[in-house]
């Protein structure tokens, strides 16, 4: 009974000291900004955690995007260095054929006047 009786004895000193602003607004807003400054901080940490994840997936996108042109790129490059060395090998036995072929010819020509 003592406490009630002190705490009606202080609410309406208190009360009675401001009443244009009044108690209940003067309690509310240090409860809000005890528990809201915390909560608003805790609130930007997570904020931040999100940014810095969806940057750092970001990045891996862009790198593995990099990777893939990359591979691309040397894929690109192998295959046509592939094609010029069968290019080359195919210029080369080509050559020879034709090399072979006109021997021959010269071979026929050869026993043919020697044949007259």
Sequence with gaps: MKGVGLFLVFSMAI????????????????????????MKH???????????????????????????????????????QDDQQDDQQDDQQDDQQDDQQEDEQEDEQLDEQQME
């Design 15 to 38: 009360l009675m000291a401001q009443p244009a602003e009044g108690f209940i607004h003067h309690v509310i807003h240090g409860l809000t900004a005890l528990f809201g400054g915390s």
């Design 42 to 80: 805790a609130k930007e940490e997570v904020y931040k955690r999100k940014l810095d994840q969806q940057r750092e997936q970001e990045d891996e996108q862009e790198d593995q995007q990099d990777d893939q042109q990359d591979d691309q790129q040397d894929d690109q490059q192998d295959d046509q």
